[in-house]
Structure formats: C-alpha cells, structure tokens
C-alpha cells in the first residue's frame, strides 16, 4: 500500500506440469513430432523434393523407459501485477468527475495465464490412433465403387452405362446384416499380437486417421484490463472498463499429411497457382462441350508447371499421346468431375521428382492437435448497479470482438470442424471471428421488494389476513439481448463446396464470395430463411475454392436473441397464524416465467448438401428451395414453474 489512496499488487506464479503418461506402460507415440514432420513436409515441397520418409509409432512413457508422448513445460512463469488508485478533488470539474476520497477508483493489471491439458488428448490418441494398443482397420476413402453407376460424367473415359458396375474401382463387399463377421472381408488385416515398432505400409491408401503430436507446449493467454468505477448518488455505482486477452500455442487440429504445395523448381511456380489457374479454365468450361465431355485439347494452353514437372502424363494417364501434360491434367480433373484432390492422387506417382509428388505414401490425411492457436479479445463493458433498501438491479453492456484460428475443445473428435484447420500451410486463412463472438451484448437484472406489508412504505399496519394476501411480495425479472453469433457455432460449417476436394484430401472447404452477400431473414417457400428476400443472388454469388482455398469462416451470423425472464414470489411467516408455530418456519410460494413473451429467434442452419451447399456451378444454376433454411430456433419457447418451500 504505496499511499492510503494507492494500493500496488504483485505476484509471480510458476507451474511445473508434467506429461500425462500411462502407469503400466500402454502407451505409444510417433517417433517424430508432428509439427517437426510438417514442417519438414512444408520445407521439401517449397524446395521441389518431397518428404515422405515414414513415420513409426514406438513404445513411450517413463513405464517404458521412453521418451514421454510430450515434452515437460519447465518454463511455466505467469507474473501479474495490478495497481489501484482513487483520486479525489476538493472542488471545480474534477471533483464532479471523482467526487470525495474513496468514490472513485481506478484499476488495471496485466496478467500471463497457463491452461493445463493432457487427459483429453491422450483420451483422443488412445482412441483414434489405429496403432499401438489396439488392432483396427480402417478401409480407405475411394477403395472401392460403392454403386452400381459410377459417379463419373457421360461420356467420360470410367463411365459405365447404367445398372452396370464396371470402372477402375471393385465393387465394395455387400452388406448382409447387422453384426456380420467383417474378419473376412477383403482390406480386413488381422494382427495376430501387439509389437513395437509399428508402422503403416507405404502403399498409397491414402488412411484418414488421427494422431498426436509430440511438439506440444502451454497455451498462454496475456490478459488486460482498464477499469474506471465511481459511486454515484442514491447508492448507484457505475463502472466502465477495456478488457483485452491474447492468447498462443492453443490447442488446435490439423491435417499433418496435408497435400504438399509442390514448386516447380524450374518455373518457380507452386502447386496452388498451377491449381488455380487449371481451376478458372475448368470454371469457364474451356474445351468442354455441352455434356460436360473434354473435347477439344487444343483449347487449353500449356501451363509450365505441369509441362516441367509432369511430362508424358498424357501417355501415363491413358489419355491420346497428342495431348499435352496440361492437356492431361485437365482432363483427368474433368473426369474426376472438378475433384482436385483425387485428380492429384491420379497424377500422383508421374512427377519427374520421383513418387508421391503430394501425397504421403502412408497416409491420406493425419489429423493430430498441436499448439499453435492464436486468438485475441477486446471489449468495452460499463455496468450500472443499485443496492437500495426494496431495489436492486444491475444493467451491464458489453462491446466486444473475439478472434481465432479455431474455436473447438481439446475433447472434439477428429476433423472436427469447430477445432480444424483446414490448410496447414496456410492457417492465417482460417482466421476469424470466433463461434462465440457476440459483438453486443445487453443483460440486466432486478429485484423488487414491493412496497407493500410489514416493513415496507404502504400499509405496514395491515391485519394478518391482509398482510397474507398482498404483503411482502418480491418481483423479479432477467433480460438478456445479444447480437447473432456466427453460424459455426450451430453446427453449421457456413456455404460449402460442391465435394471438389480442392485443399484437403478428407475435409471440404467452404464456399468462396464473389462478393459482398447481405442476409434478409424471412419466410421463404413455407419455411425460415436466411436469404429471403434474395436467395438466388446469394447462391449464385459463390464459387467452388481453388487447390489451397479454405473459403471465409464464420462469414454469416445467426440473427441476435433476445429473452425476458420474470419471477413473482412470497414469504409466508407461519408464526403469524398461531403462536404456537416458531418464527422460523415459513412457507415461500414462486411463480416463475421463462421467455415470457415467448420470443422465437432462428438459430441453427438446415446443414444438408440441399440446405447450404453449393453445385459445381453455382453462377449458373439455381439453388434448391431448401438453400440458406434455419432448421431450429435459438432458447426454448416459453415455460412457466411454479414452486412451493417450506422451510423450518
């Protein structure tokens, strides 16, 4: 305490947190770090060299003689300070603004804050991982032709007519019934016991599975704030204040195995630029006829990066030897229907810089948390309280913007999209407000003694009977009002793509804007719809994303909410009925209403391909009557409760 009027506050925390580990020694981790492996991943395809040395999962944990499955976080320092000061002035303007000593105060502080994890993840590994411990197969994604009309376009070279089940891909096993011996089927591989090392084979079957990355480090938040309060007359006491939180190294997921941005390392150009530019020429239908059918390879002109890195594609895909490497790739991505990841899987193997140009040879996607979130807050809160003898109330406001790179919990499953970043290599792109960001909020409370009955302004006097039925009665009501947080956080991913695949090989990305696109919440076709008032001019406003494209997150909002609560109560002092009855006994009645004006707001989206999904060519089709529809609403509707307590 520096002055009676200022007041410094200091401390220094400091956690030693240990790795989560497994007392009997069931556990196993990936012989590199996954953010280490990435970056090496990241480095070869910038320099035109892939990397795809294999990964093997070995024994860890102290009960193994093992390196733990995350390192010790020996630095763990979280300082604070705060200091507090309450000036004060004997007259002219300042005294009007702080009044005497002791009604205003002043108050920061900045402080450094650790979150402790490792259960949730270890939990995650264990059961997602299909090494270690366990014995699983999992079939990969496009094994085989789960149809009987293959899914590429008329005309095309896989097509086959329909009813038939020809193509490049066998037909699945069939389905007979539930709890069929699946042991036998084919792609099953049965592990006759548990060894370490393990590994998956490097046969390209491009595996969707998840794991855990070693490089793991304490998520910090840097917390901030500046806080101006004065009382006020009539026992008020107003506050306002700037809150500010940064925080890193949070807990996000990411595909580790994430299709390498290949360059070219005679064109200097990358696969994202490549991509794109083959994407705008699929996007104007160049050389495509009316079908839909490549039909003229001459329209397309040669891109260097595929005429360096991939010549004799043509030759190499089945195509005619005229055509040139580009000419190829363009109709491979035609017959693949606009697929950019599948059409890279089918080119895969040609490049001039050896095998495996994108993908790794193991797995298709590897999804694992790391630590390397970002986020930031700011926000303006100014409250207003009352603490009167029959009337309290709080009126509190709060202007706000939280952003992140993703929103989800360390206890989201796998590619979930609440907790995934999309492209890996370029997690800036995921970068948004956040689900829960609420620009405004509005809440208030009161509690009304009314002024009626023993002790209280009018007919203190009254006779027992009166003072039963209309005395000390207590009136009470919470409002609640905010602006529409955006649609991530009703499950809704925002306006995805027509399954072009176009960045990740087991995520979709979302659409992207051509421009500016407003929302108009209405009635539409019978139903409640985003875009009511200019459904068609939404969707035609959108494209499929190009290769690296994750599409805008969190781009709508829901609209805001709103809610009035009211309660109505009474204390019953039996000992007014008979002498015989103690004063402490007592009966309490409330009549309680929740949403009293049953105010129904939309909320979450109708998340169907049909509902917020966009076709191959959004700009010129029209979308389904079912395109942008909420499909539940925001709270509950109205309930009333009723209550009785006796209490002794």
């Known amino acids: 305490k520096i002055r009676p009027s200022l007041t410094l506050t200091g401390g220094l925390r400091y956690s030693l947190w240990r ?73 002219g303007w300042l005294n009007r603004l702080f009044g005497k000593q002791g009604d205003t105060v002043i108050r920061t502080g900045f402080s450094v804050n650790g979150d402790y994890f490792g259960q949730a993840l270890a939990a995650f590994f264990d059961s997602e991982n299909t090494l270690g411990f366990g014995s699983q197969t ?70 969707i599975e998840a794991s855990l990355d070693g490089d793991l480090t304490t998520p910090k938040s840097y917390a901030w704030s500046l806080t101006f309060e004065r009382q006020l007359p009539k026992q008020m006491v107003f506050s306002a204040s700037y809150i500010g939180r940064v925080a890193r190294h949070l807990l ?28 705008q020429l699929f996007n104007k239908h160049t050389g495509i006829d009316a079908n839909g059918d490549f039909t003229n390879p001459a329209a397309i002109t040669p891109i260097p990066y595929f005429e360096n890195l991939f010549p004799g594609l043509a030759g190499n895909l089945g195509y005619p030897a005229s055509y040139t490497a580009t000419q190829a790739a363009y109709a ?14 089918d080119i895969d193997n040609f490049s001039n810089v050896g095998t495996n140009a994108f993908y790794n040879p193991q797995y298709g996607a590897l999804s694992a948390f790391s630590t390397v979130g970002n986020s930031s807050y700011n926000a303006l809160a100014i409250s207003l309280r009352q603490r009167l003898s029959t009337l309290y109330f709080d009126f509190n406001y709060t202007y706000s913007h939280s952003i992140d790179d993703a929103s989800g919990l ?174 402490t006994h007592q009966l309490q009645f409330r009549w309680e209403v ?24 959004p700009s010129e089709n029209q979308p389904s009557k079912t395109f942008g529809n909420f499909r539940k609403i925001q709270g509950s509707p109205r309930v009333m409760q009723f209550g009785l307590r006796y209490s002794f």
């Not at 499955?69 to 309450?86: E, F, G, H």
């Not at 491979?332 to 899987?345: A, P, W």
Request: charged share 15%; with cysteine; aromatic share 12%.
């Open 410 to 583: 360390q206890s989201a499953a796998s590619y979930d999209g609440t907790a995934f970043i999309l492209n890996p290599f370029r997690q800036r792109d995921n970068r948004a407000s956040s689900d829960f960001d609420m620009r405004h909020q509005i809440n208030a409370n009161a509690v009304w003694q009314l002024p009626f009955g023993t002790g209280r302004k009018w007919l203190t006097d009254m006779p027992t009977i009166g003072q039963g039925i209309i005395g000390n009665w207590q009136l009470s009501t919470i409002f609640r009002w905010n602006t529409g947080m955006p649609i991530g956080f009703y499950d809704a991913p925002g306006v995805f793509d027509d399954a072009r695949w176009a960045t990740n090989w087991e995520v979709q990305s979302n659409g992207v804007p051509l421009k500016p696109i407003h929302t108009c919440p209405g009635m539409l076709n019978g139903f409640p719809n985003m875009f009511a008032c200019n459904q068609v001019e939404a969707y035609q406003s959108f494209r499929n994303p190009y290769p690296g494209e994750t599409g805008p997150r969190n781009y709508f909002r829901v609209p805001g909410y709103v809610s009035m609560d009211f309660g109505l109560g009474k204390t019953f002092h039996l000992s007014g009925i008979s002498h015989v009855i103690p004063e």
């Open 138 to 207: 999992t079939v990969s994604a496009n094994t085989y032709n789960v149809g009987c009309t293959p899914y590429q376009s008329p005309g095309s070279k896989y097509f086959g007519a329909p009813g038939t089940c020809t193509g490049t891909k066998a037909l699945g096993p069939l389905f007979t019934a539930y709890g069929q011996d699946v042991r036998g089927l084919p792609g099953i591989t049965l592990q006759p016991n548990i060894t370490f090392p393990q590994m998956q084979p490097s046969d390209n079957q491009r595996r």
């Open 332 to 345: 491979d991505l035609n017959d693949e229907g606009g697929d950019f990841t599948t059409m890279q899987s």
């Open 19 to 91: 790795p989560i580990y497994e007392t009997h020694g069931f556990e196993a981790a990936p012989d590199i770090p996954l953010s280490k492996y990435l970056a090496l991943r990241a480095a070869g395809a910038a320099a035109g060299t892939p990397f795809n040395t294999p990964i093997t999962v070995n024994l860890a944990g102290p009960a193994n003689n093992a390196p733990n499955m995350y390192t010790w976080d020996k630095k763990n320092l979280q300082p604070r300070v705060a200091i507090a000061w309450s000036p004060s002035a004997s007259s």
């Open 594 to 617: 929740f949403n009293a004006t049953n105010t129904q707001r939309w909320g979450a989206f109708d998340g169907t391909r049909t509902g917020y999904g966009i076709q191959l060519f």
């Open 252 to 279: 996000l997921q990411r595909d580790t195995m994430a299709l390498g941005d290949l360059t070219d390392p005679k064109s200097k150009v990358d696969w994202y630029t490549a991509g794109t530019t083959l994407a």
